[in-house]
């Protein structure tokens, strides 16, 4: 218990650079309260005393604002930041060195008895306000995007996934650096419609270069022998969004 403790404060170091000590953290951060007080929760819960358990969960939402089924399984180095409306269901398992923001769901789709919510891997960040629902699967070194939606297991290592629904648009296995709100670093490459929609707009503007050229080799080899309405050749620039 006083191992988990330590190692839940010393991660936040490692996730939030507003940590000053040790003692600010223990007094002033409510996702380790959440944390601390989910783990004497769930405790309770597997020995047999559910309605009490459900009874500190419920104090421990008015406290901090986060909801943490007691029946819910938490790894080791868990960290929430902000925390305010989060909301994890009975049957949801958390790995280890997992990142949620506020308004993360981790819910279920399902009125059936039995596992309902998802499974994080170990090393998943979930940005703000992500809702990740159902008993799927999230492989680990995920990250997934702020307000995205997620329903389809996530079998890729190293994914980044965001949109409603969730889509998958990077991968990269050998990821390991924390990424705040579940968004990679370098986000050049983060949307391939954008990307698609990008290259489009360059060949636009490359194809109306070439039919300027074309008009004025035209114009001055002809002269006026040739009727040809240079009007006609113009097209209308669009610049790339960058």
């Known amino acids: 218990m006083l191992k988990n403790l330590k190692e839940d404060i010393n991660c936040v170091f490692d996730r939030d650079p507003a940590a000053r000590n040790k003692f600010e953290i223990l007094t002033t951060y409510p996702g380790v309260h959440a944390i601390l007080m ?13 309605w009490l358990a459900r009874i500190f969960s419920t104090f421990s939402r008015w406290l901090t604002g986060i909801e943490i089924h007691p029946g819910a399984t938490i790894g080791r180095r868990f960290f929430i930041d902000h925390g305010m409306g989060i909301v994890i269901g009975e049957t949801a398992t958390v790995g280890d060195d997992c990142t949620l923001y506020h308004g993360v769901t981790l819910g279920g789709t399902s009125w ?10 170990n090393n998943v960040v979930v940005g703000a306000g992500a809702k990740v629902l159902g008993p799927i699967n999230i492989a680990d070194d995920t990250r997934i995007g702020s307000n995205a939606v997620v329903v389809k ?34 986000t050049s490459d983060i949307d391939p419609m ?11 503007h490359n194809i109306d270069d070439k039919m300027q050229k074309i008009c004025q080799i035209l114009k001055e080899t002809s002269g006026d022998k040739l009727p040809l309405d240079l009007e006609s050749c113009q097209i209308r ?6």
């Open 237 to 242: 620039q669009i610049k790339p969004d960058n």
């Open 112 to 121: 059936q008895q039995g596992k309902r919510h998802p499974t994080l891997g």
């Open 153 to 186: 297991s996530v079998c890729d290592k190293g994914a980044t996934v965001v949109g409603i629904p969730g889509r998958i648009v990077k991968v990269d296995k050998n990821h390991k650096i924390f990424d705040a709100y579940g968004m990679p670093q370098d």
């Open 194 to 204: 954008q990307y698609a929609i990008n290259n489009m707009l360059d060949d636009i």
């Open 38 to 50: 989910h783990r004497f929760n769930h405790r309770l819960w597997n020995a047999g005393f559910l």
